[in-house]
Nanobody, 130 residues
Framework: QVQLVESGGGSVQAGGSLRLSCEVSGYTGSGNYVGWFRQAPGKEREGVAV????????YYADSVKGRFTISHDNGKKTVYLEMNSLKPEDSAMYSC???????????????????????WGQGTQVTVSS
């Protein structure tokens, strides 16, 4: 059974930084996509960043480009989201999600849209105060 467990959330002041971790267990496939998504109360879920674990290609929402960095450690089966220059509007529940084994390519619009993912974590809360 595939499980994704997020950690690293918390409360920070605007301009601060946090690093989120997504530990994947039970996955026995090969290269896939892992993404970070967020949802604030009353708002739709938003794709934040995605990584192709085959080639380490990355994709970002415009709202976080230049501030957030997604990376992965295949040995630790963990995907990270480094968040810098945080803003109050970054406050949300952050969840990670993973596809199964991927052959070929999935457009970034679909990846950030959230549809290709089979596995989802429970989320970790990020709160940024002004």
């Amino acid at each position: 059974q595939v499980q994704l467990v997020e950690s690293g959330g918390g409360s920070v002041q605007a301009g601060g930084s946090l690093r989120l971790s997504c530990e994947v267990s039970g996955y026995t496939g090969s290269g896939n996509y892992v993404g970070w998504f967020r949802q604030a109360p009353g708002k739709e879920r938003e794709g934040v960043a995605v990584i192709d674990t085959r080639y380490s290609f990355t994709y970002y929402a415009d709202s976080v480009k230049g501030r957030f960095t997604i990376s992965h450690d295949n040995g630790k089966k963990t995907v990270y989201l480094e968040m810098n220059s945080l803003k109050p509007e970054d406050s949300a529940m952050y969840s990670c999600a993973a596809t199964g084994t991927v052959v070929g390519w999935i457009p970034s619009s679909a990846l950030l849209g959230g549809r290709p993912y089979q596995y989802w974590g429970q989320g970790t809360q990020v709160t940024v105060s002004s």
